[in-house]
């Protein structure tokens, strides 16, 4: 299955010579409801932490509790942030309970935007005999005693305005329900713009990796172009801080968490070994930072693997497109040069918001740019920002073999074939997998079936309207898809339909 677009092309110039700028609607065909719906449920709300930052400490408006990660143990324990600093552990009874307060170790933690805070968590697939776990934590920059083990190139420490931490935790006893151990830093970085904007935010092992396989117990991040699009200030909209690879940023980056005093490996840029499997770390350039897995997205802040060991990137956008990218081991993703199948105004000296189509020779793939291109697109008369996504192979029948993601402003869910997907991973640009919405429902008392959406539900949970949706997606240990809002606080659940029997999650 693919999608050609090709009367959007046509009328956008790209059949031609002039390839003018496109100004409107860059993906002419709608996203379009065909028949998949899907139930959803509530299962766990967490607590209210409302006014527990001072207001300028705080995103305006104040959402209920700011949840964008669910996990499972496979021991059956599940866990949720609050970036407020919390982990919590939901007991079987769905009720949440503090695990640890990651706020209260870090007196330096900011939480003035969405993207801030204790920002994101894994747990380490041997955690339950050694203990480690994983956090994403921001603070502010100026009075800070730490210095960052990377600063944009060609700043100084006096331009450093927040720092993106990623830290190891060790309990004590893995099985405890509450953390008692201690703690060890392992990679600071710096933003040098106004806001923090496309810090650190995921971080991610290979689930599908096992003992022995060479991507075993290697820690990914989300790719960050570290505001430098659209961080404000005098440091934002610099090109020339990306399609570099003696800087992270813009780069997922695999590593090996283990301090190189243990490994005897290379250092990294933090106290973290650097897996010579990275293709930069086995280039022979001394230029190359080894760390770099991949590179050239704008915010690819959410990662996923499928069964086989593909790997998927969801990748923010500018103003005007979003996409969904399979991602290998050393490939160029295109910013701020590319944006979708796009060609970004920047390349010509102009701004972050226009496009242009690629040359006729390039978006049919019989001439190569370097550039490695999504499988999934839309633009911004759909939606304002990619969410997570995950291959999809479980109980739900109409959604099996598919990807599910959505859109965090708008929060509709999507899906696209996987099938089609990989197929469109054949070196073609234009080429990418038609995308679908997924209508969501609810069963009222009675049995009924009442369709709703994502939007619906939030703004039902906290009694009035909200300015954003702000969907994230999770995946249970079996499969299943947690949905989840920054703004209600509540974790449901896709569930296959229950008529009118009531059904829990399985746990």
């Known amino acids: 299955m693919r999608t050609w677009l090709r009367a959007g092309l046509f009328a956008i110039g790209i059949i031609g010579t002039t390839r003018a700028q496109i100004t409107s609607n860059p993906i002419p065909e709608p996203i379009v409801k065909r028949g998949i719906a899907v ?13 527990l930052r001072p207001a300028e400490q705080d995103v305006t408006p104040a959402g209920w509790a700011r949840v964008s990660y669910v996990r499972d143990l496979p021991d059956g324990r599940r866990f949720a942030n609050d970036s407020r600093g919390f982990l919590y552990l939901i007991d079987s009874k769905n009720q949440p309970l503090v695990y640890a307060d990651v706020g209260a170790a870090f007196p330096l933690g900011v939480y003035n935007r969405l ?3 204790f920002i994101g968590f894994a747990f380490h697939p041997e955690f339950a005999t050694n203990g480690l ?3 994403v934590h921001s603070e502010f920059g100026p009075g800070n005693p730490k210095t960052p083990d990377f600063i944009p190139i ?4 006096k331009d450093v305005t927040y720092h993106n931490i990623i830290t190891e935790w060790h309990a004590t006893n893995p099985a405890a329900n509450t953390f008692q151990g201690t703690r060890r830093e392992i990679l600071r970085t710096a933003h040098v713009v106004a806001n923090l904007t496309h810090p650190l935010g995921a971080v991610e092992f290979n689930p599908t990796a096992k003992p022995g396989d060479p991507d075993y117990g290697l820690l990914y991040t989300s790719g960050s172009d570290y505001g430098f699009s659209n961080g404000g200030g005098p440091n934002a909209s610099n090109p020339a801080q990306t399609q570099r690879l003696d800087s992270i940023v813009t780069a997922i980056l695999r590593i090996d968490p283990r301090s190189p005093s243990t490994t005897h490996g290379e250092k990294g840029l933090g106290d973290y070994t650097i897996p010579m499997a990275n293709k930069f770390a086995a280039d022979g350039d001394p230029k190359t930072l080894g760390e770099i897995y991949a590179y050239g997205f704008r915010n690819a802040h959410r990662l996923s693997w499928d069964t086989d060991g593909t ?7 500018m103003d005007n497109i979003e996409e969904i990218n399979i991602v290998r081991n050393g490939e160029n993703y295109g910013w701020m040069r590319r944006e979708g199948y796009f060609e970004n105004g920047r390349v010509r000296g102009g701004a972050l918001n226009q496009l242009f189509p690629l040359p006729p020779e390039i978006l049919d793939g019989r001439v190569k740019d370097g550039f490695t291109y999504p499988v999934v697109v839309y633009d911004h008369d759909e939606g304002r920002s990619v969410t997570d996504g995950f291959p999809y192979h479980g109980r739900i029948a109409a959604l ?5 993601f959505g859109d965090i402003y708008a ?15 054949d070196g073609i640009p234009r080429t990418v997998a038609p995308v679908e919405e997924v209508q969501l429902y609810v069963r009222d008392a009675t049995g009924k079936r009442v369709d709703v959406s994502f939007r619906d539900l939030v703004e039902k949970t906290l009694g009035k309207s909200v300015p954003r949706a702000d969907l994230h997606i999770s995946r249970t240990r079996d499969g299943e898809l947690y949905l989840t809002s920054r703004q209600d606080g509540m974790i449901r659940m896709l569930v296959p339909d229950s008529g009118s029997v009531t059904t829990s999650a399985k746990r």
């Open 39 to 51: 139930e959803i449920k509530d299962l766990a709300r967490l607590p209210d932490t409302r006014g």
């Open 115 to 117: 993207e801030s805070g």
């Open 133 to 135: 776990f994983y956090t």
């Open 154 to 157: 060609g700043y100084g420490l």
């Open 311 to 317: 790997m998927f990137a969801s990748d923010i956008g």
């Open 400 to 404: 099996r073999g598919k990807f599910v």
């Open 411 to 425: 929060g509709r869910v999507f899906v696209a074939d996987l099938a089609a997907m990989k197929k469109a991973d």
